[in-house]
């Protein structure tokens, strides 16, 4: 082996063993909360009720039902885009679980969030919304009214009317039709 390939291999050796293996997401330690407010474009409280792929490849986007905005659209209805793996800093959402989310408009105008925001379960956002109950303007959805189940109690209702109405206009029948029954039976024989 000549010098040359000797040389080059060993440079190719120490470059290869030099490079420093792929980093997953990796953050800067979070703001508290008042600078993280400050920062974001939107904050809000709610349950994540669907999740779907898209729309870029690796990403996914969260419909949240707010019960609160902090900050932000004071739609109660809103669309989060995360990255769809913790590699590269998605933030893991659940359905149906609750979260506090703090959002940045991503390059495309949209709403995102990550790892490296205060966005976090509900249950443990006790200093972050120590903070945000200080803050004026906050857009709340009716507490104990039941509004996600408005739809679904109100068919409830129309279905109980329904059955009793059905049931005592037969009780009104039943009388005739047992005299029809009675009559049509001593007809035929």
Not at 69 to 81: H, M, P, R, Y
Not at 100 to 119: D, M
Not at 173 to 186: A, I, S
């Given at each position: ?68 905005v902090w ?9 989060i885009i ?108």
């Amino acid at each position: 082996m000549n010098n040359k390939t000797f040389i080059s291999m060993l440079a190719a050796l120490v470059m290869i063993a030099a490079a420093s293996p792929a980093q997953p997401c990796s953050c800067v330690p979070t703001p508290p909360p008042a600078q993280a407010f400050e920062q974001a474009e939107a904050v809000l409280t709610g349950m994540v009720i669907d999740i779907q792929e898209g729309p870029a490849s690796y990403s996914l986007t969260v419909r949240i039902s707010a019960s609160e905005v902090w900050k932000g659209k004071k739609d109660l209805t809103t669309e989060i885009i995360t990255a769809s793996n913790s590699a590269m800093c998605g933030f893991y959402f659940q359905k149906g679980k609750t979260y506090l989310i703090y959002a940045y408009e991503n390059p495309e105008g949209r709403l995102a969030t990550n790892n490296c925001t205060r966005t976090r379960l509900i249950d443990r956002a006790g200093e972050d919304l120590a903070f945000l109950t200080t803050q004026p303007g906050v857009t709340r959805r009716a507490r104990g009214c039941g509004c996600d189940n408005i739809l679904a109690s109100d068919i409830y209702l129309f279905a109980g009317v329904f059955v009793c109405l059905f049931r005592q206009r037969a009780s009104r029948k039943l009388p005739c039709c047992k005299h029809l029954v009675k009559h049509n039976h001593e007809v035929k024989h």
